[in-house]
């Protein structure tokens, strides 16, 4: 029985100093992660189904943003009521808020559509904050109609150019076109689309209400489940800024990246844990099994 002791505390030792060389780092780093876990913004889950529903979630904080040329593209058809259009405009406002604006940071232009196109201001008119959210303030909506196809291809051909500031292809500045619609477009959409993904212009699709999804996902770019957003009534969707900020902040992509490393890293060892048990359980068996045989021939 002595040496069923003496061989199980070499077990249990050589064990735990396994499992020590393995969790002492990640418990360094863990620490460190969840430090930065504290100052990280509320990010609202995806939900499966009618493309990525949002749920309401805390309001998005200030972040240091990618350099952008940002253009909206926003429905304002008869359908769309006069204070569902306010929403809107409290979305974008909640969107520059997230981003940082300048002439050598993000640049935002708006395009406001329905049954013709007019383009509110360019990307060189503005650049802060406060001059933006004003100029959102005193868009109108237009009247009937949803002619999304021709506002993507005014947007391609007279918003993203340098001659409205967009920034010369050589400075790698990203171009971002986030479309708001809450009808089915009356005109072709998915070959203005295709070209202006071509040209180096990610779209982000975003249906209210009646939207027709797989008009969603003929306008904006792969993939998908992180391009195509859906939410049920326009009194939620400033709540869609959560989610842009996990896209287009810098802050918020490395916490993702980090997390997701230490995410592997936990399940690697517990993995190894789980195999150190099954090995160490195994061996005690065979240790039990021994010791009663020998106890056996002693009696």
Do not use: W
Request: charged share 25%; with cysteine.
């Amino acid at each position: 029985m002595t040496c069923f002791i003496y061989v199980f505390a070499f077990f249990l030792s050589a064990f735990l100093m396994e499992a020590q060389g393995t969790y002492g780092p990640y418990a360094r780093n863990h620490n460190q992660l969840y430090a930065g876990r504290q100052r990280s913004p509320h990010i609202s889950p995806n939900i499966p189904g009618h493309g990525n529903s949002i749920n309401i979630g805390a309001p998005a904080e200030p972040c240091k943003s990618r350099p952008l040329d940002l253009v909206f593209i926003i429905d304002s058809s008869r359908s769309v009521r006069p204070a569902e259009f306010e929403k809107v405009k409290i979305f974008l406002s909640e969107m520059v808020n997230s981003l940082d604006i300048g002439s050598d940071a993000t640049r935002v232009a708006l395009v406001n559509y329905a049954s013709t196109v007019n383009i509110e201001f360019h990307l060189k008119k503005y650049f802060s904050k406060a001059e933006v959210k004003q100029a959102f303030s005193r868009i109108d909506p237009l009247s009937t109609g949803t002619m999304t196809g021709m506002a993507i291809k005014t947007a391609m051909e007279q918003v993203f150019t340098e001659n409205a500031g967009a920034r010369p292809l050589k400075k790698g500045i990203g171009k971002v076109a986030i479309i708001v619609t809450d009808g089915r477009p009356q005109d072709k959409v998915e070959e203005v689309s295709a070209a202006a993904r071509a040209s180096g212009i990610e779209i982000y699709a975003v249906g209210v209400d009646r939207a027709e999804m797989r008009s969603l996902k003929q306008m904006a770019s792969q993939p998908l489940d992180d391009h195509v957003f859906y939410v049920e009534t326009y009194g939620v969707i400033e709540k869609l800024t959560s989610k842009f900020r996990e896209t287009l902040c810098e802050e918020a992509r490395a916490d993702l990246t980090e997390n997701a490393c230490m995410c592997e890293a936990q399940i690697a060892f517990q993995r190894k844990v789980h195999n150190s048990i099954q090995t160490l359980s195994s061996r005690l068996d065979d240790i039990s099994n021994r010791v009663q045989q020998f106890d056996l021939r002693r009696a």
